[in-house]
C-alpha cells in the first residue's frame, strides 16, 4: 500500500512564457487552484509529478512544485500561505494583480 | 555622466543579441530550464512567486532623464505600469513577460543599460552615495572610482563565478550614505597628507543570516593602485571562499574564518605580486573617466529666496518638505532633493510610469538632467537651485510625490516580500503600509525624529532589517507569518547590528510593538537625542519591558 502523506498535496508550475501561476486538474493547467487533483498517498503525488514534468518536458511549464492543499465545500485550495499568494496574486497592487483579471493573459 | 564608447555599445548589443537567441532556443525546446536558468540569471532574469522578474542595473545609482524615460516607457508597454527601485539603487520590474525580455533588453541598450551582473555570482552594480558630485561635505566624486570599478569587473573573467555574488560601496564623504560598512567590499575615498585621492578598504561586510559589519584592512590605498588592491581581495575569496555551502560562501565568512589580520596578510602578499602589472588604470585614463563625472556648470546664487520662505511659512508641509528632503550642496544656493518613495499606505520604492516621466522632465528642467537612486529607495534631483524648488514641489506633490518624511520613521526600506518574492516568507510591503498609515501625521514624525525603519520578508536582508533603527524580520512560524522586532542597527558610518528585542508578532501586533518602543523612547529621550542615540544610551530593558510588560 502507498504511503501515506502528512497531508493532502496539490501542484503548482509557472507557465514558461510569462511565469502565470497555474494548478494542475484534471482538465490540464488552470490559473485557478479551485479544480486541482489532489493527491493523497505517494503513488498519487508520483503519478501527478510524471504529468507535470511532461509538460516540462513540453516546455510549457517550469517550476513544478507539490505543495499542501486543503480541500473544502468551496473547492480545493492552497494550504501554505506562499502558495495562496501565488493563487490569488499580491496582496498589494490589487488594482494591477490577478485580482483585476484572474485570467490574466496580456 | 559616463556615456558608452563603441566598445561598450558592442558589448551589450551583442549580449542582447546573444541572449534573444537564448530565449528562442528555450521557448522552442533546444534549451532545458536546466540549461537556460543560469543564462537568464546572468541577464538579470529571474523567476519569482507569480511572473519573471527583470532587474536593470542603474550603475551607482546614476541616470539621465532619457534613461529614466525609457524605464518610464519598459514599465509602460512591457509591465504593467510601474518599478520597484531596490536597495541596490536598481529598478525592478515584477511582470515582464519571458518571450519580451530581448526587447527590453534591446530598449535598455539604446539609452547605455542593461542588466548584466545584476544576478549571478559575480560582482554586482557598485553602489555609493545618492549625492555624489553634489555633497557639500565629499572628498571626492565616487562615481569616478565606481565607473573604474564597474569597467574592471563587468565580464571579468576570473571573477565570473565566484563562491557567492559580491557587492561593493563607496563613498566620497566621510559620513557614509552607501552603507559601506555592510558591504562585501566597502571603500571609503580619502586624501592623503600629499592631497592624493585613495581609498581606505573594508571587507567581510554583510547581511543575511550572519550579518558581519565590514573590518578595514587598509587605511589609504592610491587610487592608482586601487584596482591592483581589489584583484588581489577578490582572488584570495575566489580561491579560498568555501564552495561546498552556500550559507558559508561569502566573503565575509572567510574573512572570520582566517581572522582578519591574516586574511588581510594573504591579501597584501596578493596585492605585491600583481601591483604595477597591467590591471590598474592609466593615469591618462582616469583622467578622462573623471571628465565624464565633471560637476555642472552651477552659479553661485543667494541662499535665501523670498518666494521659498514665503510659502514656507504659508504652508507647513512646504516647510517640512524643504526641511527634510534637501540636502546642502557644494555650491551656494543650491541643494539636492530627495523625492520620497515612500507615501503614506503606499509601496516603497515603487514608482509610476507617470511619475518616472515626471521625475524625467523635472530633471531636465532643474537638475541638469541628472536622477539619483538611493539605496533607501527614493529618487534624487542632486543639483537643484534652491529659487526652484517651489516649482519643483508643486509639481511632484500634484503626482503624488511630495512626501515630507525623508530620513523620519516613515521613509521605510523594504522589501518586496512575499508579495512578489519566492524566496521570501513573509510580507514586507502591508507591514510598511500599516506603519505609514499608523503614523500619518507629520507634525508627530517631526517631533520623534529621524528614526530608520528597514524590513526584510527573509533571512536574506534585502529590507537591511540588520542596520534598522528598528529592523523588522519576516519569519515563517508553522505556516504563519511572523514578525521579528530588532532595535538598535545603523547602516552610517557608526555601523551597529540591530539585535532581536524578543518573542515575535503577527502583521497586527508588530504595528503596535513599533508604537510602543517608538513611545518608550518618547517619553526616556533627552533633549535632542536622536532614538538610536536614545537606544545606545538605554539599553533594550527599557523597551523590551515597553513591548512585553514587565517581567
Known amino acids: 500500500m502507498a504511503k501515506k502523506l502528512s ?35 505517494e503513488d498519487e503525488v508520483t503519478a501527478l509529478l510524471a504529468v507535470a514534468n511532461a509538460d516540462v518536458k513540453a516546455n510549457l511549464v517550469l517550476a513544478v512544485e507539490v505543495v499542501s492543499a486543503e480541500v473544502g465545500e468551496g473547492g480545493v485550495r492552497p494550504g501554505h500561505i506562499k502558495t495562496q499568494m501565488q493563487a490569488r496574486g499580491p496582496s498589494v497592487r490589487t488594482d494591477l494583480g490577478y485580482q483585476v483579471s484572474p485570467f490574466w493573459e496580456n | 555622466m559616463y556615456a558608452y564608447d563603441t566598445f561598450d555599445h558592442a558589448m551589450v548589443n551583442a549580449r ?21 536558468r543560469p543564462l537568464r540569471l546572468m541577464n538579470g532574469l529571474y523567476l519569482q512567486l507569480h511572473a519573471y522578474m527583470l532587474r536593470v542595473a542603474v550603475p551607482y545609482g546614476t541616470l539621465n532623464s532619457r534613461q529614466m524615460r525609457r524605464l518610464a516607457h519598459i514599465a509602460r508597454k512591457y509591465d504593467k505600469g510601474y518599478g520597484h527601485f531596490t536597495t541596490r539603487q536598481n529598478i525592478q520590474y515584477n511582470w515582464p513577460k519571458l518571450v519580451d525580455a530581448p526587447d527590453i533588453l534591446a530598449e535598455l541598450a539604446e539609452v547605455e543599460m542593461h542588466a548584466i551582473q545584476t544576478s549571478g555570482n559575480c560582482i554586482r552594480n557598485v553602489t555609493t552615495d545618492q549625492f555624489a558630485g553634489a555633497a557639500h561635505d565629499e572628498v571626492a566624486d565616487p562615481r569616478a572610482t565606481a565607473e573604474i570599478i564597474r569597467q574592471w569587473s563587468t565580464f571579468h573573467p576570473e571573477f565570473s563565478f ?44 554583510g547581511m543575511g543570516r550572519t550579518p558581519v559589519i565590514a573590518k578595514t584592512i587598509a587605511d589609504f590605498v592610491p587610487e592608482s593602485e586601487m584596482l591592483s588592491y581589489l584583484e588581489a581581495i577578490l582572488r584570495v575569496y575566489n580561491e579560498q571562499g568555501r564552495r561546498d555551502n552556500k550559507y558559508k560562501a561569502r566573503i565575509k565568512i572567510l574573512v572570520e574564518d582566517t581572522g582578519t589580520e591574516e586574511f588581510k596578510r594573504l591579501v597584501e602578499e596578493e596585492y605585491e605580486a600583481i601591483r604595477a602589472s597591467f590591471i590598474d588604470v592609466p593615469a591618462e585614463e582616469v583622467v578622462r573617466i573623471r571628465q565624464f563625472f565633471a560637476p555642472p556648470p552651477l552659479p553661485v546664487l543667494a541662499d535665501e529666496d523670498a518666494g521659498l520662505d514665503a510659502l514656507a511659512a504659508a504652508d507647513f508641509r512646504f516647510r517640512a518638505w524643504v526641511k527634510n528632503n534637501t540636502f546642502a550642496h557644494k555650491v551656494p544656493g ?22 518616472m516621466d515626471l521625475v524625467a522632465d523635472i530633471a531636465e528642467e532643474y537638475s541638469h538632467d541628472e536622477v539619483r537612486v538611493s539605496h533607501e529607495q527614493n529618487l534624487i534631483l542632486p543639483h537643484v537651485a534652491k529659487r526652484d524648488l517651489v516649482a519643483i514641489w508643486q509639481k511632484l506633490d500634484a503626482a503624488g510625490l511630495g512626501s515630507a518624511n525623508v530620513g523620519l520613521l516613515t521613509d521605510i526600506i523594504a522589501c518586496p516580500g512575499l508579495d512578489y518574492c519566492a524566496l521570501a516568507n513573509a510580507r514586507s510591503i502591508p507591514i510598511a503600509q500599516a506603519i505609514t498609515n499608523r503614523f500619518d501625521d507629520l507634525k508627530r514624525l517631526e517631533d520623534i525624529g529621524q528614526l530608520k525603519i ?44 540591530a539585535a532581536i528585542l524578543g518573542p515575535g508578532f503577527d502583521e497586527h501586533g508588530i504595528v503596535d510593538a513599533v508604537e510602543k518602543v517608538v513611545a518608550a523612547y518618547m517619553g526616556e529621550r533627552k533633549e535632542g537625542e536622536t532614538f538610536l542615540a536614545a537606544y545606545r544610551r538605554l539599553g533594550p530593558d527599557v523597551f523590551k519591558e515597553a513591548v512585553y510588560g514587565a517581567r
Open chain 2, 16 to 36: 542582447v543579441e546573444e541572449f534573444r537567441d537564448q530565449v528562442a532556443r528555450r521557448l522552442s525546446g533546444e534549451l532545458t530550464e536546466e540549461e537556460f
Open chain 2, 454 to 497: 528597514k524590513i526584510s520578508g527573509c533571512i536574506n536582508s534585502c529590507g537591511h532589517h540588520h542596520a534598522g533603527h528598528i529592523g523588522i524580520l519576516g519569519v515563517d512560524r508553522k505556516g504563519e507569518e511572523n514578525y521579528q522586532l530588532l532595535l538598535g542597527g545603523s547602516g552610517e558610518e557608526d555601523a551597529s547590528k
Open chain 2, 162 to 205: 565566484l563562491p557567492r555574488k559580491f557587492k561593493i560601496a563607496i563613498t566620497g564623504a566621510p559620513k557614509d550614505r552607501a552603507a559601506v560598512k555592510w558591504h562585501d567590499i566597502g571603500l571609503v575615498l580619502k586624501k592623503n597628507e600629499a592631497g592624493e585621492l585613495g581609498v581606505e578598504v573594508l571587507v567581510g561586510g
Open chain 2, 334 to 355: 543650491h541643494v539636492s532633493v530627495t523625492i520620497s518613495l515612500k507615501p503614506h499606505g503606499g509601496i516603497p520604492g515603487d514608482a509610476t510610469d507617470a511619475q
Open chain 1, 7 to 41: 497531508g493532502p498535496q496539490m501542484i503548482v508550475a509557472n507557465r514558461l512564457t510569462d511565469g502565470r501561476v497555474l494548478f494542475l486538474t484534471a482538465e490540464g493547467w488552470a490559473v485557478e487552484p479551485t479544480h486541482s487533483i489532489v493527491a493523497h498517498d
